[in-house]
């Protein structure tokens, strides 16, 4: 090649790897956020990333904007390596146009996501943007859309993650929102579908961006996001610690990493994990560190409803899902938003290959107006929905409570539970004694009722009855824990279901 193309060919490269140039590269910097491309330098293995689209542009004449064309358009958008596995990528460059979506760059991302489905890989986009190019009109719209449709084809097939470390507000927020994991970084990104000039307009409402649509309200309140951290490169970091978890594509099991944490480990801690009175709490949290691999525990949505724990771990080196009621948070009930928020940590795991470990210490639905109103009964029946079509491996363990409604809920064998265990003191139950002598002796003195209540615990408070009927394969001591499930997990690599042929499901939503 002739030098003075290679030169032209440098300077082109260098003017677009400036973006909107220095200045406001300097800008980004000093509002704590890192540029595009820094960004993508943390997120992938040094040198492995490769860029697509550089050179595009947009095509656009109104509003002066011929004379606005800066190379690659606003997104960065490519594909590289974390820890070796491939990945494609996009962000979204603030320094161009406010990274505001173009028709052009948004058919850059919409080409890396359909490469990565082609070849069965995941997708993480990194968010920074105004949205959609005013100057553009529809043309812009329609980008959105199109990138729509992809997260929706591309979900439950490759595992989509979205990073959120700018604005992200209007229709732009249902990306991520379509995609299985977003994590938010505090002060520097927010989500909102309107702003807080027109919540003030149309409701009267005043709210700052902070308090509408920042990190700890969609991690808190919403639930929108998953998990949120306090600068562009914690983030980055936990969104590759969170990759490793997950397998490229539905059709790949997880994979699969060497660990010197023997399988057969047996921890004697977890014997007086419980306490004396089943009515105190314990860290259920505590269960799942000394079971994993290594106490490495990757906890989803750490913040919201903390009455259940979801997240990932590994067993023998592979991925497991954990679900647990957390006895810490509203003595473990189940509520609307941990119904919801771990039915769809179970699809996720269901749709990837993941296999699901349960550990159940539930006293019931939670009681209450304001959950029956809000629809208990629809949401708590996702829950149940989740448990019931996943036909990845499921392993439960009762380590304190099952009782009534809830028992059923937390993948019992009635669920399809392919093995269910429950610790030495545990009570399966339609609920606890003492609520049920109550309703079952009322007319009892209350001397009697006492008597009559210790009979109904001897009768039915204790996991032997649920062995009687087969609904619990074992009654297994918790030092046990850990070798148990991982034998369990062997047993069920292989495990095939057919299920009857749908179109599709009708999840009660
Ligand atoms: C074109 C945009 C832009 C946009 C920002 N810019 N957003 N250009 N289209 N949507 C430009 C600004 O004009 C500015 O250019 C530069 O980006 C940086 O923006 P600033 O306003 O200086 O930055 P900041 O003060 O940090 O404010 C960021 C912001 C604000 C809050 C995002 O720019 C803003 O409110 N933008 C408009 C947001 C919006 O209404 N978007 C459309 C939403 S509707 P110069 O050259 O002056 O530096 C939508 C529909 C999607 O997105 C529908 C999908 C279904």
Not at 274 to 280: A, G, H, M, Q, V
Not at 362 to 370: A, D, E, K, S, T
Not at 388 to 409: N, Q
Request: a negative charge.
């Amino acid at each position: 090649m002739k030098t003075t193309i290679v030169q032209q060919l440098e300077e082109k490269r260098r003017g677009a790897r400036l973006g909107g140039g220095q200045e406001r590269i300097d800008a980004q910097h000093k509002r704590g956020k890192l540029a595009a491309r820094e960004r993508l330098e943390v997120l992938l293995d040094p040198e492995s990333f490769e860029e697509i689209g550089m050179f595009v542009e947009h095509r656009y004449h109104d509003f002066g904007m011929e004379k606005n064309r800066i190379p690659g358009d606003g997104v960065v958008t490519g594909h590289g390596t974390i820890n070796g596995r491939l990945v494609f990528v996009y962000s979204q460059d603030f320094t161009v146009l406010g990274g505001s979506m173009s028709e052009a760059n948004a058919n850059k991302i919409c080409q890396i996501m359909d490469m990565a489905m082609k070849v069965g890989a995941p997708v993480i986009g990194l968010n920074d943007s105004g949205g959609a190019r005013i100057q553009e009109g529809v043309g812009s719209l329609g980008g959105y859309g199109e990138i729509f449709q992809r997260n929706v084809n591309a979900s439950g097939v490759i595992p989509q993650m979205s990073m959120i470390m700018g604005p992200c507000a209007g229709g732009a927020v249902y990306s991520p929102a379509l995609t299985d994991f977003t994590m938010m970084v505090n002060n520097t990104s927010y989500m909102f579908v309107t702003g807080p000039d027109v919540v003030k307009t149309v409701t009267h409402e005043e709210v700052t961006q902070e308090e509408l649509g920042g990190a700890q309200t969609h991690t808190q309140k919403t639930g929108v996001a998953d998990i949120r951290f306090d600068c562009d490169i914690d983030a980055l970091i936990q969104a590759r610690r969170l990759f490793n978890f997950l397998p490229s594509s539905n059709r790949e099991a997880p994979p699969v990493r060497m660990t010197e944490d023997p399988a057969d480990r047996i921890d004697l801690s977890l014997n007086t994990l419980i306490p004396e009175n089943p009515n105190k709490p314990y860290d259920m949290m505590e269960l799942i560190n000394r079971v994993v691999d290594e106490g490495d525990f990757l906890e989803i949505k750490p913040e919201y409803a903390k009455n259940i724990l979801v997240g990932f771990g590994r067993m023998s080196g592979s991925t497991v899902g954990f679900v647990a009621n957390q006895p810490m948070h509203l003595a473990g009930c189940l509520d609307i938003d941990a119904s919801t928020k771990a039915a769809r940590f179970i699809r996720f795991c269901d749709a990837f290959n993941i296999p699901i470990v349960t550990f159940v210490d539930v006293p019931g639905f939670l009681p209450g107006v304001n959950q029956e109103h809000n629809g208990i009964i629809k949401h708590g029946a996702k829950l149940l929905y989740a448990y019931a079509e996943a036909t990845v491996p499921k392993i439960t363990i009762v380590t304190r409570k099952a009782y009534g409604g809830a028992y059923i809920v937390m993948n019992s064998r009635h669920l399809k539970g392919d093995i269910n265990y429950a610790w030495a003191d545990a009570e399966i139950a339609v609920m606890g004694a003492d609520g049920a002598s109550r309703i079952l002796f009322r007319s009892e003195e209350e001397e009697q009722r006492k008597v009559l209540e210790e009979d109904y615990k001897q009768r039915f408070s204790s996991p032997f009855v649920a062995a009687s009927r087969g609904f619990i394969d074992d009654v297994i001591r918790p030092q046990n824990t850990r070798w148990r499930i991982c034998r369990a997990l062997t047993l069920l690599r292989d495990k095939e279901v057919t299920t009857p042929w749908k179109k599709h499901d009708n999840l009660p939503l």
